[in-house]
């Protein structure tokens, strides 16, 4: 069946650090993979996606490439802020697009 | 882009009471909405599945009792929580998949609530 493991946190960096938090998948066909972040109090809000084989997606300094060979959606940031502080959500949706996989979340804070 | 809110955002009620939490998609037609519930080490559990114009799909071990869902048009699904009790309090958040193939969900901004 389809599934998304996440690294599990917390996460707390140094401003400017590097960020990684592996994302890995298990689906049948072919899945578009996408990470959500959630601010403290809201809901989620969609980060970035990918919806096929080498895809990469990014926004906001964020990048995450689409790798079916590692089967893997690994979230980067070059230099975090304290403004990045949140909880990471890696997501598959299957190839209908009905159904919906959610890793566990990452927290990561950001300090200055 | 595709809009999903919420309401009420945060709700206080009594042991007892029922609680409802509306959801609506604001600038596109949902015929399917999803509500989650979110513990406190952030991890989210589907708990159901609303379908526009038939029942709900609880996922297991959800009690549909509990937790009504009505999917009362293309851009309203409504979660109903009967007769709370404290193990209820959480925040809910509900989704919807937007339009097109790239199966993208848009969320509401949660909903937390309290039972005393």
């Known amino acids: 069946g389809n599934s998304v493991t996440q690294m599990e946190g917390p996460v707390t960096l140094s401003e400017e650090a590097f960020l990684t938090i592996n994302c890995t998948y298990t689906?049948?066909?072919?899945?578009?993979l996408f990470w959500y972040v959630q601010y403290p109090g809201e809901g989620l809000q969609l980060l970035l996606k990918?919806?096929?084989?080498?895809d990469k997606g990014s926004n906001k300094g964020f990048e995450a490439t689409y790798r079916k060979e590692t089967t893997s959606f690994h979230l980067e940031k070059g230099s975090v802020q304290v403004s990045d502080s949140a909880v990471y959500f890696c997501?598959?949706?299957?190839?209908?697009?009905?159904?919906?996989?959610f890793g566990t979340g990452t927290s990561l804070t950001v300090i200055p | 882009g595709a809009v999903v809110s919420q309401h009420p955002s945060r709700v206080i009620c009594k042991s007892g009471t029922s609680v409802k939490i509306e959801c609506r998609s604001l600038?596109?037609?949902?015929?399917?909405m999803f509500w989650y519930r979110q513990f406190p080490k952030q991890s989210l559990m589907l708990m159901a599945t609303?379908?526009?114009?038939?029942?709900?799909?609880?996922e297991q071990g959800v009690e549909k009792d509990k937790f009504l869902i009505n999917h009362a048009s293309l851009t309203l699904s409504t979660l109903t929580v009967t007769s709370a009790h404290p193990e209820d309090s959480s925040f809910y958040i509900c989704?919807?998949?937007?339009?097109?193939?790239?199966?993208?969900?848009?969320f509401g901004e949660g909903s937390r609530l309290t039972v005393l």
């Open positions: 989704s919807a998949p937007g339009q097109g193939s790239t199966g993208e969900l848009f």
């Open positions: 689906a049948t066909g072919y899945p578009s």
């Open positions: 990918a919806t096929k084989a080498d």
């Open positions: 997501a598959l949706s299957d190839t209908s697009g009905n159904q919906f996989y």
């Open positions: 600038d596109f037609q949902a015929t399917t």
């Open positions: 609303s379908n526009e114009g038939s029942k709900a799909t609880y």
